[in-house]
């Protein structure tokens, strides 16, 4: 199996389309970067105690207005106890124009990485057939389910260096461009009422890991279609649609209580954290055993249709 995933890696590392995306994040980040220093603020708000005594003024009149949702007033009588909180240890919030605030809002560039991811899950089975190098693999000892979980553990592999490469990169630019010196600032949650301080880079790695779910899942999907039809341009299409589409798909259908066995719905574990699930009644351990599900059958459809069907015809 090592062997077979070596290989995989090296067909990885030989493939111009493989530098390619890795140049275009780099690419990405630094551009991101430079344009957050020179053309926003140029230095965080000073006066920040001012801006939070501002905020929660709003926060109090939204907590006294009753034209206003529950779920409006949960929110902002969270934001009122993290901001009195914040005052009260002298804690500063993350802004965009600091280090931790970069990296964060760089967290938004996963969803890059998942379009490449889907295009690496896609093209990989597929194009064996299509190129007819399938046959040279299949003339080798080992079985099919270890050639296909080969390919799927460097395509993934490929896909977690893209979010390590993001993480670094990030955080290389947001310190030479914002400074170092926020390394230590702490990151609030507001968890049930009660604060609680997180190093940010537990933080940092709990938003990646939680956005990298929907990733995950959409290179698996990918990677099914790949094996299955043996076409890469329908396995990134179809993966490319549903990843543009397929959040907003699930917002126009959370009014009704089925959807929340779709798999676009169960992705963003975050709405957990924020406590507003899409649909009413669900959970985190729902939508972990709904993902597994999911996870499982693709994987399932996948090793059929390699093992199964005749590939050399």
């Given at each position: 199996m090592m062997n077979l995933v070596r290989n995989e890696n090296m067909k990885l590392s030989h493939s111009i389309s493989t530098w390619i995306m890795m140049g275009?994040?780099?690419?990405?980040?630094?551009?991101?970067?430079?344009?957050?220093?020179?053309?926003?603020?140029?230095?965080?708000?000073?006066?920040?105690?001012?801006?939070?005594?501002?905020?929660?003024q709003a926060?109090?009149?939204?907590?006294?207005?009753?034209?206003?949702?529950?779920?409006?007033?949960?929110?902002?009588?969270?934001e009122l106890q993290t901001n009195e909180y914040r005052l009260k240890n002298d804690i500063q919030p993350v802004q965009?124009?600091?280090?931790?605030?970069?990296?964060?809002?760089?967290?938004?560039?996963?969803?890059l990485i998942a379009l490449f991811a889907i295009v690496m899950g896609g093209k990989i089975v597929a194009n064996e057939f299509s190129e007819g190098t399938i046959k040279l693999l299949l003339i080798r000892p080992s079985k099919r389910w270890k050639i296909l979980i080969s390919k799927y553990i460097s395509v993934i592999g490929y896909t977690l260096l893209m979010l390590l490469v993001l993480f670094i990169v990030s955080f290389l630019v947001g310190g030479i461009l914002f400074s170092f010196s926020g390394a230590g600032t702490p990151f609030l949650t507001n968890s049930s009422g009660k604060i609680i301080e997180v190093n940010m880079i537990v933080h940092i790695v709990q938003l990646y890991g939680l956005k990298s779910i929907n990733l995950i899942m959409m290179v698996t999907l990918a990677?099914?279609?790949?094996?299955?039809?043996?076409?890469?341009?329908?396995?990134?299409?179809?993966?490319?649609?549903?990843?543009?589409?397929?959040?907003?798909?699930?917002?126009?259908?959370?009014?009704?209580?089925?959807?929340?066995?779709?798999?676009?719905?169960?992705?963003?574990?975050?709405?957990?954290?924020?406590?507003?699930?899409?649909?009413?009644?669900?959970?985190?351990?729902f939508s972990v055993i709904v993902l597994i599900v999911y996870f499982i059958i693709f994987n399932v459809i996948s090793y059929i249709g390699f093992t199964k069907r005749d590939i050399v015809a």
């Open positions: 275009i994040l780099v690419l990405i980040i630094v551009v991101a970067g430079l344009l957050t220093r020179f053309t926003g603020p140029q230095a965080p708000i000073s006066d920040w105690k001012a801006e939070l005594t501002i905020q929660n926060y109090k009149q939204d907590l006294t207005n009753p034209e206003l949702p529950k779920m409006v007033k949960d929110r902002s009588a969270k965009g124009n600091s280090l931790w605030g970069f990296v964060e809002g760089m967290g938004g560039v996963i969803s990677f099914m279609i790949s094996t299955v039809f043996r076409n890469s341009a329908m396995a990134t299409g179809v993966g490319v649609f549903l990843l543009t589409v397929g959040n907003v798909i699930t917002m126009m259908l959370t009014k009704y209580n089925w959807s929340k066995y779709m798999l676009f719905t169960n992705t963003d574990l975050n709405q957990y954290i924020s406590g507003e699930p899409l649909v009413k009644g669900m959970t985190m351990k």
